[in-house]
Structures are given as structure tokens and as C-alpha cells.
């Protein structure tokens, strides 16, 4: 087998794509107006659209998104409850918002915070949780939680960061809790640089959302400011990346989809390897496609896996769980300190897990050279 070069990730733009941004760009700079005019606003349109929500409010990163859902639904001085296995920006909004975080274990089967420790953890302080769609898997315990939380009139922000285009009974990520904060970095499903959106269906959430993200004005072309918000707008440049990105979201995810069947049935039956498994009712846009393996040699595999066939596994999604980050040991003041907090699953998923290369443009060739050099590697490992 030749050595081969795959990298974590590569932007498929097409040629034509890039001729049409780049004439896409002289017509904005042309226009006079840079930043919060027509393509962000009709990206918004046509996300909303993609999603199923009434409203989305684009934003400059999927840190501020969820800063600003949280903002707008009063959250300080409360506690919310957050997943340990996320990316730092989910905790770390929640800081930034005034509230405290609560860090909760997770399910092996849905990657996503466990009904159990939420009733568990909840205060009579607690306003809400946000969930997050692991590497794009909704979690199949949905129903469940959105009961529970109801039952306690206690919200769910959805953190679908990996999840544009995940459905759950044919319900899209981002149409589910209060509101949703998505992601546009680079390695996202959609991506626009930076960036990030807010969906939801309420018209009062929608409109305080316009008013955090421009500063706290109620009306753009005034400078009166009525709230405490900040410059977290997006640009149009942006915004035309973001509107020709979602304009061919089905067929980037479709993509995602085959490669990921593809994975599934050459990886089938594997020794030494675990699949993920999906639901039927779920649909994943795989984010990521993720596989476990013996905790005592994941760090030999991407090794060898780099080193012996010029693999570049992707990012785990997380091999630093939250409650373990050194920032929050700064701020113990604003972790609450629940029952049970030795996240045995989190840590078990943490250290068993692997992600494999998944984006469009990866070839057959590629994804059955990557099949291969695994299994060669799981047989040297085991
Ligand atoms: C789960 C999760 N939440 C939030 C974010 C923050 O998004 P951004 O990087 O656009 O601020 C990310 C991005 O990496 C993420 O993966």
C-alpha cells in the first residue's frame, strides 16, 4: 500500500464556486456596504428556512450565539446545566452570561448529557441546559428530556455547533429547544470562516437577540442603547459565504451521509473496533464520524496512523473534558459543585474514542485506504 497524504480537513470549493465568490465580492465591495446588509440578511432567511425555524439572527461565531440566547433569556445569577464533553465555548458562555455552570455526565448512548443527571443536578436555581448534538447525533432521549424540563419550566438551548442538518423524527437540530446556537468555523458542516446563527420560534427572543447583537440598540440606525450588548454582527462577506454555503447544504451533507455509510460497512465486524451506533429515527449530518477503540492504545493509533500512512485523524470530540479545564479551577466560584461528579462516562467516551477524516471531496480510494491502514493498525496495536 503507497503512502498516502489525508488531511483532517480540506475546503471543497469548486472552481467555478470560487470564480463566483470572488466576482460575489467585488459587487459588495462595489455596493459600499460591508457589513449587516442584503446577503447577511438573506443568509438568515434562507437558514431559517433550511432549519424550519421562524427567525435566525446571524452572528460572528458560535461562542457569541450562545452567549446571546443565554443573555436574552435573563440567565444571570442562575445556574445552567452543561454537558462535561463539549468544546469550552459552551461552559464558558454561560460564565460570560452571568450564570453559573453545573457540568453533567453523559450517556453512552447518545453522547449528549444523561436525563438521569439532570434530575439529578437540577437546583431550584437552575433556568436551563444546553444540549449538545455530539459530532451531529441528536440525542434519541429528546422526548424524555424536553418532558422533564417542561415539568420544571426549565429551558433547552440547543448547542447544534455540530449538527446543521441533524434531524430528529424528521425535526431539524436548531428547531427543538428555546433556541439553537450554530457554528460556521472552518471544520463545521457549514462553514463561513467565522461566524454563527441563532434560531428559534419565539418573536420576543427573536427580537432581543437583534438588539444584543448590535449593541444594545433597539433600532439599528439610532444610537440609543437599551441593553448590555455587544459588536457581535457579522460581516458581508460572510454573510455571501454563509448564503452559498447553506444554498448547497443538502448536497454537502448528502456527501457526508454516503461517506459515512461507506465507512460503516467496510468497518463492520471489525476486531478491536466499536461503531457508533445511530438510531433509526435519527439522522446524523456527521460532524464527525466517530469509532472507539481500547483506551490503552488510542494514542498509538493516530500515531501510527500519522506516521505509518500519513493519516491526520480529526479532532476528538473531546479528549479535554470541561470540568477538568484549568479556567474553571480560576473561577470555582461560578461551578456549582453537584452530586456525583466523578463523570465516569464522559471519561470513558473521552479516552475510547476516534474520529476518522469525513468531508466532501474525500474519495472512494481515500476512505478505503483509511479503512485499511485502521485495521493494519488495530492488528499491530492488538
Ligand atoms: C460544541 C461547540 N459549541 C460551540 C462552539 C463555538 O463555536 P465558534 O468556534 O464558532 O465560536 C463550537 C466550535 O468549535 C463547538 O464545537
Aim: proline share 3%; net charge positive.
Amino acid at each position: 500500500m503507497k503512502k498516502k497524504n489525508i488531511p483532517i480537513l480540506r475546503l471543497n470549493y469548486s472552481k467555478r464556486e470560487k470564480h463566483n465568490i470572488s466576482k460575489e465580492i467585488k459587487n459588495i465591495l462595489d455596493s459600499g456596504y460591508l457589513t449587516m446588509s442584503k446577503k447577511v440578511f438573506q443568509f438568515e432567511k434562507l437558514f431559517a428556512k433550511f432549519v424550519g425555524t421562524k427567525y435566525a439572527v446571524a452572528v460572528n461565531s458560535g461562542t457569541s450565539a450562545l452567549e446571546i440566547s443565554l443573555r436574552a433569556l435573563n440567565v444571570e445569577g442562575k445556574s445552567i446545566i452543561v454537558p462535561t464533553n463539549t468544546f469550552v465555548a459552551t461552559p464558558m458562555a454561560v460564565l460570560h452570561a452571568g450564570a453559573k455552570v453545573i457540568f453533567a455526565d453523559i450517556s453512552e448512548k447518545t453522547l449528549s448529557i444523561q436525563i438521569e443527571e439532570i434530575k439529578k443536578k437540577i437546583t431550584k436555581n437552575t433556568a436551563g441546559i444546553i444540549l449538545v448534538h455530539i459530532g451531529g447525533l441528536i440525542s434519541c432521549d429528546w422526548n424524555k428530556i424536553k418532558k422533564f424540563c417542561d415539568s420544571k419550566k426549565i429551558f433547552i438551548i440547543e448547542d447544534a455547533a455540530h449538527a446543521h442538518g441533524s434531524k430528529i423524527n424528521n425535526k431539524s437540530a436548531g428547531n427543538l429547544g428555546k433556541a439553537a446556537a450554530f457554528s460556521f468555523y472552518p471544520t463545521k458542516v457549514l462553514t463561513t470562516g467565522e461566524g454563527g446563527m441563532i434560531t428559534t420560534n419565539e418573536k420576543k427572543l427573536y427580537k432581543k437577540f437583534l438588539i444584543l447583537r448590535d449593541h444594545g440598540k433597539l433600532n439599528p440606525a439610532i444610537n440609543i442603547h437599551t441593553e448590555l450588548g455587544s459588536n457581535w454582527r457579522l460581516s458581508e462577506i460572510q454573510g455571501l459565504l454563509g448564503l452559498m454555503q447553506v444554498k448547497k447544504a443538502k448536497k454537502i451533507i448528502n456527501e457526508r451521509i454516503k461517506i459515512a455509510k461507506m465507512y460503516n460497512k467496510l468497518l463492520r465486524n471489525t476486531q478491536n473496533l466499536k461503531l457508533l451506533k445511530i438510531p433509526n429515527n435519527i439522522k446524523s449530518s456527521y460532524y464527525k464520524y466517530i469509532v472507539f477503540v481500547n483506551k490503552n492504545i488510542r494514542n498509538s493509533v493516530k500515531k501510527i496512523m500519522y506516521k505509518k500512512f500519513g493519516i491526520s485523524l480529526p479532532g476528538e470530540v473531546y479528549n479535554h473534558l470541561c470540568h477538568s479545564q484549568p479556567v474553571f479551577k480560576k473561577y470555582k466560584n461560578k461551578i456549582v459543585k453537584g452530586k456525583n461528579n466523578n463523570f465516569k462516562i464522559a471519561h470513558k467516551i473521552s479516552s475510547e474514542h476516534l474520529c476518522l477524516p469525513l468531508y466532501p471531496g474525500l474519495t472512494k480510494q481515500e476512505i478505503i485506504y483509511t479503512v485499511k491502514s485502521l485495521k493494519k493498525t488495530l492488528e499491530i496495536l492488538t
